[in-house]
Structures are given as structure tokens and as C-alpha cells.
């Protein structure tokens, strides 16, 4: 049993109407893609300056989010003005690393806020000992006599 698929040509109703549309929006596109453009390279400056001038180190990994996502934007600009889908496995990939850099940075913060990011030794500028925890827990503060450390 022999299968005949036959093609049927696409004809639009009126051809002239078709190509002056796609020429009419085709400077648009082209226009709305260097507009974007311009914007993202504009953000990409801005976050570079937040990224090198910090303040603080939360600053700089959330400027450093932000560039990722500025970058797969312009990636994604790119594969739509070329039409071709060829970059959206780099996009995939840069997903991945941004939440994953960004989940690492902040499990690193949690992490230095739970040790503390002051003086062991001394408490606010007080000049107090600390009463953290190696001097709370047996055997961590300075030795004392007692019952469990007396001469024999």
C-alpha cells in the first residue's frame, strides 16, 4: 500500500500585503532589538561599578546575580534577532551557575554570621570576655582547680 503525501503551496490571499508588512516591521524589530541592547549594555556597566565598588560582600554577589542575568538576557536578545536557538543550552548552563553561585554565596554568609564577624576574644568593644561558646562548655575557658582537675 503506497502512501502520496501532497504538498499544497501556502499562497496568501494578497502577496503585496504579506511583503509590505514583514518590510514595514522588520526596522521595528531591528530598532526594539538595539533599544534592548543599549539598555542591557547600560545595566551591564551599572552592575560591573556596583560589583567593583561593593560596599560589602553581600553587595558585590548580588551585583555579580545580577550580571549573570543581564548576560543571558543579552544571550537571549541575540538568539532572537539571529532566529536561531542554538545559545539556549548557555542559557540553561548560566541558570544553573547564577542559583548555584548565588545559593553558595549565601549559605557562605549565613555561615560567617552564625561564627560572628567580631573579636573571639572580646565582646562589642566592651572589653568583656565573650560568653560564647568555648567559654560556656566545659574545659573551654581558662583552667580553674576543681573537683575534676585537683592535684592527686
Known sequence: MAVTV???PAVPADPARVLTAAAHDAPAFEITAAVIAGLLLAAGLLVTLRLVRGPSTLDRAVALDVLVAVVMAGIGLQSAVRG??????VLLVLS?????GSVGVAR????RDEAGTEDVDESEGTGEPSAGPSAAAPGGGPEEPG????TP
Do not use: D, K, S, V
Open 6 to 8: 501532497r504538498q499544497i
Open 84 to 89: 536561531t536557538a542554538f545559545y539556549l543550552p
Open 108 to 111: 557562605f554568609m549565613a555561615l
Open 147 to 150: 573537683p575534676h582537675r585537683g
Open 96 to 100: 544553573f551557575l547564577g542559583f548555584t
